[in-house]
């Protein structure tokens, strides 16, 4: 017995001292790629010496005599810090995922190789002007210069990453960057997937009122009932079959309800405390560890730029520079058509036309995918766009025999000169100049709030879509591509993008609202991505005569829910104080202490605070009773809730409350009864998950923040360091929005949110600030990995200065890259 026991003693130790070895193991190897900020390094291709001064918060400030060798430092800086980030966005633009992940990709990569996004990005760098071509090439050789540093130096790849998918990283091309920009571009626009959504809603509810209650139009002039889109196209449809596009590993596009959003609002020198312009703007995106955002300042011959970059391209896209500050919000513009182009029975490789029967364009592209032969596709295109493949965004669901389905859109052009409009916005001098320069942005559409030192304005900038006013489905739809009246006829001219340039009131902004009451076809769009978060803004702004850095920071934290305000008065009017007490520990009684909490709540969605998680359950469960009966399977799709629809039916309008009927029980069900029955729905729902002490409840705990790392989020054990989770207040229609995942085992998990936030006071410019979701670094080592994320959580933020004794005096380290 005790030979056996010294047998497994050793054992033990022996397995003990593997495992402690094996990690030391995996950690030096890790730390190996961890970027040195303090260091001289010979590099070619520069003009002068350039200095990357790291400020205490990892923040690079590039300090170079020319622009060109500004934006070198600028890709040096990405390299060191984000290369793993960089290299999957190009491979994910390129259709390359598969060479490193097998399989699992296949579906991405067939997507985007049909879009051809990657090879009109490289056709688009030559109608770039001289300007941007220089910052592009520039930008390549500083991405290249740290490749060739990894290289020689055995730095690790340069990121851990690289340890566990091994693969050539080919050198940094001006092609990779103008890609990244159409890859953002698709992942911030969600119309193809809302005209399938209304295309296959519209089939199981014909009635246009009630295709309007779960479909609403924002408030304002409205449009024109519909056909059912089963007129619009020759039947029989498939059946219905479920959504495939969410489930996919690393997939192009986020779920709908999870593309872009924002907030940005500016005061003039009228409505400023300090006498100078003001403005804040925090861009909404998807969370991920890293962010998506990277803060950097470049010294530009035209004077100092700092802000929001994104790594891989060149540009402060939202910022500051000493004359101008800029910010960004999705415009929501309708960008996207989708058509059903039938094929020709007698050979399928043609299509029909509006003059007949015409070829497909095509061409042969090769997918190579890990551990397994490669797979060759045919990528087909007609005159109205590529043509998608079914399994995708559900477009088998309305896509009859005999037919395909095309995609128009304006990202989708070889002449793309968005990034030379980006270039010019950091060396513009005024609101004018920014203005007339964006008119060379293409995609995404956004729209762009500026202040200078005198003037305020905001404008939608991107190609807008020309649409024949007798167009069947005016783009909500998807519509027959042979039909002439749908086809695009060209694009409209800039100056018909709306745009307001020193208003009389002196404050402008945007929260996704809807912008514009023209009517089709310059109606800008349908569907919008606010029309809660602006009433609430519009309070906000009015509520005082004179605006200062403090009470916009206050703005861009504020998180009472105006949607809270207004629907629970109304899902809750017959059922506040009816009845006698019920007895301790029944639902009844559950019921009305749930009742007590939400009839004294001010709508606040604090972290800290139980009713804010009674009332999100309570109105998803609502949502769920009275659209599951009508919309089957198909009511998945709709996991957010939508306010207006819950507001037309509990208000009765055109009849709404018709939803609340059940329509598979014998009885006719009210309101009130559906109100009651899904709260009951929601407290036995919170029992079960977080237990019966409603009291004690914290919506922090349900709103967690997720910023999941890309690829190794969901490793076991890694997870563990790779991912960051925070408890946070907001919510999916608060200013400090909170976007909840809507489905699952977690569905109120904050997943898209304000990965970046500024605030810009020209009164006293380097008072201004900024924060980012995350950190700067992307390797889970370094401290810079979320340093930052604390910060951004309390809704606190790190000085946004110019002034380059500040930086040296918090300089963490200064990276000098000299002439060999």
């Known amino acids: 017995m005790a ?186 626009t969600g119309h193809l997937r809302e005209e399938v959504l209304r295309a296959r809603t519209s089939l199981l509810i014909p009635d246009a009122d009630r295709l309007s209650d779960i479909l609403p139009d924002m408030p304002g002039p409205g449009v024109a009932a519909l056909p059912e889109y089963a007129s619009l196209v020759p039947g029989p449809l498939p059946a219905h079959t479920p959504s495939q596009t969410r489930q996919a590993f690393l997939p192009a596009t986020p779920p709908r309800g999870l593309s872009g959003a924002s ?23 998807g969370l991920t560890a890293p962010s998506i955002w990277y803060l950097a300042r470049l010294e530009l011959r035209s004077g100092g730029v700092i802000g929001g970059t994104i790594p891989g391209i060149p540009v402060v896209m939202v910022g500051r520079s000493e004359r101008l500050a800029w910010g960004l919000t999705s415009s929501y513009l309708d960008d996207q058509d989708l058509f059903i182009e039938e094929l020709n029975p007698e050979d399928s490789e043609q299509y029909r036309t509006p003059d007949g029967w015409a070829r497909f364009e095509t061409r042969k592209s090769i997918i190579t995918i890990k551990d397994h032969a490669p797979a060759t596709i045919t990528l087909r295109w007609t005159t109205n766009g590529p043509v998608l493949p079914r399994a995708s965004f559900d477009l088998e669901a309305v896509t009859p025999p005999g037919h ?240 207006l629809f819950i507001e037309r039916v509990f208000r009765d309008v055109n009849g709404a409350a018709k939803w609340c009927d059940i329509l598979r029980s014998v009885n006719e069900e009210s309101c009130a009864d559906i109100a009651r029955l899904a709260l009951d729905d929601a407290l036995v729902w919170i029992n079960e998950t977080y237990g019966d002490a409603l009291e004690s409840l914290r919506w922090g705990d349900a709103h967690q923040a997720v910023h999941e790392h890309t690829v190794l989020g969901k490793v076991p054990v890694l997870r563990y360091f790779v991912n960051i989770q925070q408890s946070t207040s907001g919510g999916d229609n608060t200013l400090m929005r909170g976007r909840t995942r809507g489905s699952g085992d977690a569905p109120f998990e904050n997943v898209h949110a304000a990965g970046y936030r500024g605030v810009y006071d020209f009164a006293d410019p380097d008072s201004s600030v900024f924060v980012s979701a995350t950190g700067q670094s992307g390797h889970f080592l370094s401290r810079h990995y979320d340093d930052l994320g604390q910060l951004w959580r309390r809704g606190e933020y790190i000085p946004m200065s110019l002034d380059e004794g500040l930086a040296r005096a918090a300089s963490v380290g200064i990276t000098r890259l000299v002439k060999p």
């Open 3 to 188: 030979l056996v026991f010294r047998w497994l003693l050793r054992l033990v130790t022996l397995s003990i001292v593997l495992t402690v070895l094996g990690a030391g193991m995996v950690y030096y190897l890790a730390s190996r790629s961890l970027p040195e900020y303090d260091k001289t390094l010979p590099v070619a291709g520069i003009t002068a010496d350039i200095e990357i001064i790291r400020d205490n918060a990892g923040v690079p400030h590039i300090m170079a005599l020319s622009d060109r060798d500004a934006f070198f430092g600028l890709g040096y800086a990405h390299a060191q810090d984000r290369l793993w980030q960089m290299v999957l966005l190009r491979r994910t633009v390129q259709g390359r995922l598969s060479e490193i992940f097998g399989t699992r990709t296949v579906e991405t990569d067939t997507l985007m190789r049909r879009l051809d996004l990657y090879p009109l990005a490289v056709a688009s760098v030559a109608h770039q002007d001289a300007a941007t071509l220089d910052a592009l090439e520039a930008y390549s050789a500083g991405v290249n210069a740290r490749l060739d540093e990894i290289n020689q130096g055995s730095n690790g790849r340069g990121a851990p990453e690289f340890f566990m998918f091994n693969a050539p990283l080919a050198p940094w091309k001006p092609a990779d960057s103008i890609a990244l920009t159409k890859l953002m571009a698709f992942q911030l």
């Open 263 to 285: 907030n940005a609002w500016a005061a003039d020198a009228s409505r400023s405390a300090g006498g100078g312009t003001l403005l804040a703007n925090d861009p909404h995106l």
């Open 404 to 643: 395909v389905a095309t995609l128009s859109w304006t990202a989708l052009s070889g002449k793309d000169t968005s990034m030379t409009a980006g270039i010019g916005l950091m060396m513009s001098g005024s609101v004018d100049e920014a203005i007339e320069i964006s008119r060379a942005h293409v995609a995404p559409s956004q729209n762009l709030t500026l202040i200078d030192k005198d003037t305020v304005a905001l404008k939608l900038i991107g190609v807008m879509p020309s649409r024949d006013p007798r167009h069947q489905s005016q783009g909500r739809m998807p519509s027959l591509g042979h039909v002439a009246e749908n086809r695009w006829q060209g694009t409209l001219p800039y100056s018909a993008n709306p745009g307001f340039l020193a208003p009389q009131g002196g404050i402008v902004g945007n929260t996704n609202n809807k912008l514009t009451d023209d009517a089709f076809p310059r109606h800008v769009s349908f569907d919008w991505g606010d029309s809660q978060r602006v009433q609430r803004w519009r309070t906000i702004m009015q509520g005082r005569q004179v605006h200062t850095r403090d009470s916009f920071i206050e703005a861009q934290l504020d998180t009472v829910s105006v949607t809270a305000r207004t629907l629970l008065p109304l899902i809750g009017r017959d059922l506040w104080y009816t009845g006698e007490a019920a007895p301790e520990g029944t639902p009844e009684r559950q019921r009305q202490r749930a009742l007590d909490l939400l009839a004294n709540w001010n709508g606040e969605m604090n972290e800290h605070l139980p009713e804010p998680l009674i009332y999100a359950a309570w109105l998803r469960a609502l949502q769920e009773r009275l659209i599951r009966d009508d919309l089957g399977p198909l009511a998945s799709e709709f996991d957010h809730v939508e306010p």
